[in-house]
């Protein structure tokens, strides 16, 4: 590999710098990336020296793949040019791979966005070696513009470190296009335009929960691709189906709102970054943030094409345009519902306009819609405008106003939200605040109440002590995460005080120590005792208590890795103790298994009572090979006696083209337990580029 004479021509980018651990300085291993280009593709070559290549680390090869916990290169390309917006490569040693749509330099991460791309990988004897083939079809940019931004980073995990060809901060990621590099000389002028059709068949045999026969049923649909221009593409979608996509993971909700599930749909995450409202996240080593507060996300997929309790709808049609036209980033989405049992059928519209201004900085309008298939289905818009504004490259800005109209409803139909955040390495500080109308509705989006204003901090120090480092502590991360809610009169409602300490340790490990000081406001009783359909309820009023809490993470690149968690200290109107406790086993990077359990032992004063609640969680990944992979998620929870299995197998047997074996049981395991529910799926696709 890297033999060929291009190679040999082609411009050497090296003199990568650390971003982790030493900030600035030298990488302790040599890299060299050269990259070369034809009419149709983009072509990556990287040498990634290493001077005990035996000890890389590999621990999954399937499509997607987690990169935090192994060796990997990554490419990212912002081919608008506009710093903000790219697509991201990723590979490891063994030829696995994953790509990722990034909006808004992180605001946004699509990890469901797909490309027909080729990558081979060599370990040598000084490293390992990497060859990538972009195809340009795969890739949205701006005619005439012959400079693309570009950076490279790779991951050395034994050591815990991770470099860039342009330096990054700490604080930030590969991510941040707006500190890239350029790539000059790009000519696409010849490049041919993306045309794709994808026709899928399926069939299913399903039994639901308590009824004896199956029924057997056949569908197929479609879905469409076009570049309408090299920076505008348009997707259509017939009678869509998503019965390869994972299943919820159910977890133990001790609080008075839904849990939040984030959205698994093939067709519904792709470009989803287009239709996103709201501020940047912040690098959080401890935890993965949602992308949005979710006291208000504006635009929640998971909307459109389910009912309240879960249920597909049927979606005879749908649309999406994506991409930008004369300088404005375009976003529009429409889609048609059928009625499913009592919810009603609706058309859903998404509209999206977004201006670049300065270096990290835009302005923007959005309209979401539903009108429902009748008068009696009911009607609900909401438009507004927001902003993003970037001060001396470190302060972020953030702010939206937006109005709602309801039939029904005349005041306060109304949110805004706005938000200062601050990074560096040694601080990192964000404040905002929210409201929420009292008439506030948004049939697209997911928020936990109305009539509602809050307060939100998220504050703390990132020193690393040469005496910590010494001692395997690479940094000390004292830290405040405040929530506070109050009605709109000025009446708490609501808050959520953690203040904590973490201590990461230099092989990727952490653990904290928090207290957790909360008070909630129940204007409705509220049943905890999921176990027992007769247990009394907590009385409306308000509820103070504190939780003491200490998290501890192994170093998850090893074989054998942990995850705990111990809550003990007060809960509602008494206490709590609570243990959360994952282990994971990696024996070779083609099967990893994971078992898990959420247990919980409370005792409530008013009224008096004792239960337990248990969560059982099992996965189990095997990857036959790059492109053959198999699923397991199975749960078990003691207090409803309810068992759940979701098991999927997964061919490519072309690019962007799929076999999938779709198994699904939920039963009961009680003696008077109904007949269990079980369906069997079988799905195949068929991706023809044009």
């Known amino acids: 590999m890297l033999d060929d004479a291009v190679w040999k021509r082609a411009a050497v980018a090296n003199g990568f710098t650390q971003s982790e651990p030493a900030t600035g300085k030298p990488a302790t291993e040599n890299t060299e990336v050269r990259v070369a280009f034809d009419a149709n593709f983009l072509y990556v070559g990287a040498h990634l020296?290493?001077?005990?290549?035996?000890?890389?680390?590999?621990?999954?090869?399937?499509?997607?793949?987690?990169?935090?916990?192994?060796?990997?290169?990554e490419v990212i390309l912002d081919t608008y040019h506009d710093r903000r917006n790219g697509y991201l490569f990723i590979t490891n040693a063994a030829g696995a791979k994953a790509d990722r749509q990034v909006a808004g330099e992180g605001r946004e991460v699509n990890g469901s966005w797909d490309a027909v791309w080729d990558v081979r990988t060599q370990i040598v004897a000084d490293g390992w070696t990497v060859e990538m083939a972009i195809p340009l079809r795969a890739l949205r940019f701006e005619p005439g513009v012959s400079t693309w931004g570009i950076n490279f980073a790779r991951r050395?995990?034994?050591?815990?470190?991770?470099?860039?060809?342009?330096?990054?901060?700490?604080?930030?990621?590969v991510m941040r296009v707006s500190l890239a590099g350029e790539l000059d000389g790009v000519h696409t002028e010849r490049a041919p335009r993306d045309l794709r059709l994808k026709p899928y068949v399926l069939g299913r045999s399903?039994?639901?929960?308590?009824?004896?026969?199956?029924?057997?049923?056949?569908?197929?649909?479609?879905?469409?691709?076009?570049?309408?221009?090299?920076?505008?593409?348009?997707?259509?979608?017939?009678?869509?189906?998503?019965?390869?996509?994972e299943a919820d993971e159910q977890t133990v909700?001790?609080?008075?709102?839904?849990?939040?599930?984030?959205?698994?749909?093939?067709?519904?995450?792709?470009?989803?970054?287009?239709?996103?409202?709201?501020?940047?996240?912040?690098?959080?080593?401890?935890?993965?943030?949602l992308t949005a507060d979710e006291d208000l996300l504006l635009f929640n997929s998971r909307r459109v094409g389910l009912t309240a309790g879960g249920t597909p709808m049927?979606?005879?049609?749908?649309?999406?345009?994506?991409?930008?036209?004369?300088?404005?980033?375009?976003?529009?989405?429409?889609?048609?519902?059928?009625?499913?049992?009592?919810?009603?059928g609706s058309l859903y519209s998404a509209l999206r306009l977004k201006r670049n201004l300065a270096p990290g900085s835009d302005i923007g309008v959005f309209?979401?819609?539903?009108?429902?298939?009748?008068?009696?289905?009911?009607?609900?818009?909401?438009a507004g405008v927001d902003a993003n504004v970037r001060f001396a490259g470190k302060v972020d800005w953030n702010s939206y106003i937006v109005g709602?109209?309801?039939?029904?409803?005349?005041?306060?139909?109304?949110?805004?939200?706005?938000?200062?955040?601050?990074?560096?390495?040694?601080?990192?500080?964000?404040?905002?605040?929210?409201?929420?109308?009292?008439?506030?509705?948004?049939?697209?989006?997911?928020?936990?109440?109305?009539?509602?204003?809050?307060?939100?901090?998220?504050?703390?120090?990132?020193?690393?002590?040469?005496?910590?480092?010494?001692?395997?502590?690479?940094?000390?991360?004292?830290?405040?995460?405040?929530?506070?809610?109050?009605?709109?009169?000025?009446?708490?409602?609501?808050?959520?005080?953690?203040?904590?300490?973490?201590?990461?340790?230099?092989?990727?490990?952490?653990?904290?120590?928090?207290a957790n000081m909360k008070f909630d406001v129940l204007k409705d009783s509220l049943r905890l005792n999921r176990g027992d359909t007769k247990a009394q309820r907590l009385a409306p009023g308000g509820y103070?208590?504190?939780?003491?809490?200490?998290?501890?993470?192994?170093?998850?690149?090893?074989?054998?890795?942990?995850?705990?968690?111990?809550?003990?200290?007060?809960?509602?109107?008494?206490?709590?103790?609570?243990?959360?406790?994952?282990?994971?086993?990696?024996?070779?990077?083609?099967?990893?298994?994971?078992?898990?359990?959420?247990?919980?032992?409370?005792?409530?004063?008013?009224?008096?009572?004792?239960?337990?609640?248990?969560?059982?969680?099992?996965?189990?990944?095997?990857?036959?090979?790059?492109?053959?992979?198999?699923?397991?998620?199975?749960?078990?929870?003691?207090?409803?006696?309810?068992?759940?299995?979701?098991?999927?197998?997964?061919?490519?047997?072309?690019?962007?083209?799929?076999?999938?074996?779709?198994?699904?049981e939920q039963r009961f395991t009680t003696p008077d337990a109904p007949v269990p529910g079980r369906s069997l799926v079988v799905k195949f696709t068929q991706m023809l580029a044009f």
């Open 404 to 514: 709602s109209n309801t039939p029904g409803k005349s005041k306060g139909q109304y949110a805004w939200r706005t938000s200062f955040t601050y990074e560096a390495p040694f601080v990192h500080v964000k404040a905002a605040a929210l409201e929420l109308g009292e008439g506030f509705q948004d049939d697209l989006g997911y928020y936990r109440r109305t009539s509602v204003r809050k307060y939100f901090l998220d504050a703390g120090l990132r020193p690393r002590p040469v005496w910590w480092q010494e001692h395997g502590v690479r940094e000390l991360h004292p830290h405040v995460t405040w929530n506070y809610y109050e009605d709109l009169a000025g009446q708490t409602i609501g808050k959520n005080l953690h203040n904590g300490q973490t201590w990461f340790f230099s092989d990727g490990a952490y653990t904290e120590i928090s």
């Open 206 to 245: 399903v039994r639901a929960i308590g009824i004896k026969p199956f029924t057997t049923t056949g569908d197929v649909g479609a879905d469409f691709k076009s570049a309408l221009t090299r920076s505008l593409t348009l997707d259509l979608t017939v009678n869509p189906d998503f019965a390869q996509a």
């Open 544 to 664: 103070n208590w504190t939780e003491w809490q200490w998290l501890y993470v192994t170093n998850a690149s090893r074989p054998l890795s942990l995850n705990l968690t111990g809550i003990t200290g007060g809960l509602w109107s008494g206490s709590q103790n609570t243990l959360r406790a994952t282990m994971t086993l990696k024996p070779t990077y083609h099967f990893r298994l994971s078992a898990g359990v959420q247990t919980s032992s409370i005792t409530l004063d008013k009224p008096d009572q004792k239960f337990a609640t248990t969560l059982w969680t099992g996965r189990a990944n095997y990857s036959f090979t790059t492109k053959m992979f198999l699923d397991a998620l199975t749960q078990y929870d003691a207090a409803t006696h309810q068992f759940n299995a979701n098991v999927r197998f997964n061919v490519i047997h072309h690019p962007l083209s799929d076999l999938f074996i779709v198994y699904n």
């Open 314 to 344: 049927t979606i005879p049609v749908g649309g999406r345009l994506t991409g930008t036209a004369g300088g404005l980033g375009i976003g529009g989405l429409v889609m048609r519902t059928e009625r499913e049992g009592t919810t009603p």
């Open 253 to 289: 909700n001790l609080t008075q709102f839904t849990t939040f599930f984030p959205e698994k749909r093939e067709f519904f995450l792709e470009n989803s970054g287009t239709f996103y409202v709201g501020d940047a996240i912040r690098t959080n080593i401890v935890s993965a943030p």
């Open 49 to 73: 020296y290493d001077r005990e290549p035996s000890k890389l680390i590999i621990n999954d090869i399937k499509k997607d793949f987690a990169e935090v916990d192994q060796d990997d290169f």
């Open 156 to 173: 050395i995990r034994r050591k815990n470190e991770i470099d860039t060809w342009t330096p990054i901060p700490r604080e930030y990621n």
């Open 367 to 382: 309209a979401y819609g539903r009108d429902g298939e009748n008068a009696a289905a009911g009607q609900n818009h909401v």
